[in-house]
């Protein structure tokens, strides 16, 4: 076995960030000592943590630490106090644009997974939703949040959506090799019966189509997918679309897990790949204990597969479907065992290091007795 030694910068962020993302490094220490890797851990400020603190969202110190690390652990970022300002200048969610742009992370990565010991928290029907594992690749730095936008003199607002080939092509490739190793099959949601960028998300699509012999395309226009996604989520293996759609779609398909705080993703392109959970910062949960660590988590165990460690990344997800066997889980999950936070990450992390005696600690992690990690 190879033993690597990996630098990660870790930006909390804001509302509960830190505490998820506390969880999440509790449980790649555990990964260290089990694997006998070297993980070190950088702490750096980013969103509205930072504002306070400097005035910027995204803090040069901080740049320059993710520009030098093998990959980046962000908890969430957002406070009310900006988002209910609409005249605020400046904002948390600028330094994640920023730090995405600046990284060149142009894939966002974000699995959904059924799991059967929590279908019945979906608000859809268990036999809809049953079964469903799907990928949605959403490309992060171009399309209208991008584009060049303003007001002219009469009161007019505009935000321009652009494309270019490049930017459409890098992301395809990732998709078409994700499909390649799952089940082989690729769908494009875009608008091309209006839009003329989507029209050349088809073009590209089409013909990087075959390279990619294997995989089987298919195209959806942006309605029918949000629908299809509700209706019959199975059928979908990986969905490529474009920044805006990808938002909406990933955030729909949060509702199949039952939670968004099961869902984790990753941004991958140029610089080093940044991991995060899918949910926001839920300033209302700060410092109560009660936001769930999976997606943190299950987001550190996608930077692990991207470290090229799949038997660490496997060790990880198999201790956190113990986990939810266990019914170790946070409140919105299991109201009657409301476990905390701290808990249930402390309890993934020794399932990661003896998943054998999982019974026995779960007892220990219910008095507060666990002191392994």
Not at 202 to 222: H, M, N, S, W
Not at 223 to 245: G, H, W
Request: include cysteine.
């Amino acid at each position: 076995m190879e033993y690597l030694s990996k630098r990660i910068v870790v930006l909390p962020g804001d509302g509960v960030g830190p505490e998820v993302c506390g969880e999440a490094v509790r449980v790649l220490k555990a990964v260290a000592e089990r694997f006998g890797h070297r993980f070190t851990f950088d702490y750096r400020l980013m969103g509205a943590c930072a504002i306070d603190a400097t005035g910027s969202p995204l803090p040069e110190a901080t740049l320059d630490a993710c520009h030098q690390a093998d990959a980046v652990l962000l908890g969430a970022i957002g406070d009310p106090k900006y988002d209910n300002n609409p005249s605020a200048k400046v904002r948390p969610e600028q330094g994640l644009l920023a730090l995405r742009k600046s990284l060149g992370l142009y894939a966002n990565i974000r699995p959904v997974t059924a799991y059967e010991q929590l279908l019945e928290f979906s608000p859809l029907r268990p036999e809809r939703i049953a079964g469903t594992d799907l990928l949605i690749f959403r490309e992060l730095t171009g399309g209208v949040y991008f584009g060049e936008k303003g007001r002219t003199p009469d009161g007019t607002a505009f935000d321009h959506c652009t494309y270019n080939r490049e930017e459409i092509t890098r992301i395809a490739h990732r998709a078409f090799r994700a499909a390649q190793g799952r089940r082989q099959q690729l769908t494009l949601v875009d608008k091309a019966n209006v839009l003329e960028t989507s029209r050349l998300w088809r073009e590209v699509v089409q013909g990087i189509a075959p390279d990619y012999p294997e995989v089987a395309v298919d195209y959806l226009f942006v309605d029918n997918a949000a629908m299809q996604l509700i209706l019959n989520p199975r059928q979908f293996d990986v969905i490529l679309t474009e920044n805006m759609f990808g938002d909406i779609l990933s955030d729909e398909a949060s509702v199949i897990a039952g939670s968004l705080g099961l869902l984790p993703s990753a941004s991958l392109g140029d610089g080093a790949g940044l991991f995060e959970p899918v949910h926001g910062s839920y300033p209302q949960a700060k410092g109560k204990g009660i936001a769930n660590p999976i997606a943190a988590i299950l987001s550190a165990a996608m930077m692990l597969e991207y470290f090229g460690l799949p038997d660490e990344a496997r060790a990880v997800r198999a201790a956190v479907e113990n986990a939810l066997s266990e019914e170790v889980l946070t409140p919105e999950l299991s109201p009657g065992a409301s476990y905390t936070t701290e808990q249930v990450g402390s309890f993934i992390a020794y399932g990661v290091l003896d998943l054998m005696d999982c019974h026995l600690h779960r007892s220990n992690v219910a008095c507060g007795k666990s002191t392994i990690i």
